[in-house]
């Protein structure tokens, strides 16, 4: 079945032109994926790239000691595989679902194919890259500046601003993976959130109540990369703040 660019929700593909969607098209593939299924895997060969249309993936780090740390996330407001856009067969990070969902996946030859073919297909990708970049960046800051419930608000409305709903399927020991914390910091952290009406925790769901309150929470750390998103690729990444009882 053809793919239309029109009922895709990859915000990627969707604000591609019709020729440059077109050469990417034929080699979609449309599959699913369950939570920890891994993408890329650190210092392996890149086999694809996937534009997300629901779920998360997170690009992790390992410590010398063996430790997962979070240094990056993509949604249906990007693609994976984008260091074959730099010219990388590999990379030292790795890449796995934190959040089932599905999405298009294409061959690393046929994606590198189509971009070689269209400068302007590539310019997309390449800001797309930058501002990856700055979220990265944002990441180390605030976790090197900023108290548990400035880090956590902030991570959970990054995750928010790519999901389709309120509710988030987020157990606290993948948070605690994922922030790179001890479990106990992610349940604490959690309570005091849920204690100032900001959010709802319960065994594996966090549901969003108040953005408005997160964001305040987040002190400045969240929206950085949202806006230079926004200002690169011409498409809002945050959702509208608001207060909501679901």
Known sequence: MDTVQ??????????????????????LVYVTFS?????????????HAIFLED???STVAKSPQGRDVEVGLTGYDGVTGTSLVLGGESTPLSVYIQL?????????????????????????????IQSMVIQTATTALVNGQADAETRLARWLLMVHDRSSGHNLQLTHEFMSVMLGVRRPWVTETLHLLEGKGYIRSTRGNVSIHDRVGLVAEAGGFYGVAEREY???????????CGFDRR
């Open 6 to 27: 029109s009922s895709i929700q990859n915000k990627l593909l969707r604000l591609l032109s019709v020729e440059d969607f077109n050469l990417l098209a034929p080699d």
């Open 100 to 128: 089932a969902g599905s999405g298009y996946r294409i061959a690393a030859d046929k994606f590198l194919l189509a971009v070689e073919k269209s400068r302007s297909l590539e310019q997309v990708l390449l800001r797309y």
């Open 35 to 47: 939570v920890r299924d891994q993408i890329e895997v650190a210092g392996r060969t890149i086999e």
């Open 230 to 240: 926004e200002k690169l690729l011409g498409v809002s990444l945050s959702k509208t």
């Open 55 to 57: 779920g998360i993936s």
